[in-house]
Nanobody, 121 residues
Framework: QVQLVESGGGLVQAGGSLRLSCAAS????????MGWFRQAPGKEREFVAA????????YYADSVKGRFTISRDNGKRTVYLQMNNLKPEDTAIYYC??????????????WGQGTQVTVSS
């Protein structure tokens, strides 16, 4: 089991940028596909982005394509989500997740506790 801790959330104005980080401990990080998900108030948790073990494959939700970039540093056991041109509708708690299988669904076995992102208009 891998443990995940997100950081980097905060309050930002619309049009601004944030970079989220997710640090992993336990397990062999390079064996895990990683995903980012988010849950807005009153809504279900949804897929944002995912990256394969070697960074060769990435997936994005349509709502964030062209604005968000997922990346990872296996040496630092960390996955990142660079978020640019943020919009108020990006306001949510952002979670990272890990699993041996790359997926755009929520079928990830390990989850972090989440970090709050708030975008003001």
């Amino acid at each position: 089991q891998v443990q995940l801790v997100e950081s980097g959330g905060g309050l930002v104005q619309a049009g601004g940028s944030l970079r989220l980080s997710c640090a992993a401990s336990g397990g062999i990080f390079s064996l895990f596909a990683m995903g980012w998900f988010r849950q807005a108030p009153g809504k279900e948790r949804e897929f944002v982005a995912a990256i394969s073990r070697s960074s060769g494959t990435t997936y994005y939700a349509d709502s964030v394509k062209g604005r968000f970039t997922i990346s990872r540093d296996n040496g630092k056991r960390t996955v990142y989500l660079q978020m640019n041109n943020l919009k108020p509708e990006d306001t949510a708690i952002y979670y990272c997740a890990a699993d041996f299988t790359l997926s755009v669904t929520q079928a990830y076995k390990s989850w972090g506790q989440g970090t709050q992102v708030t975008v003001s208009s």
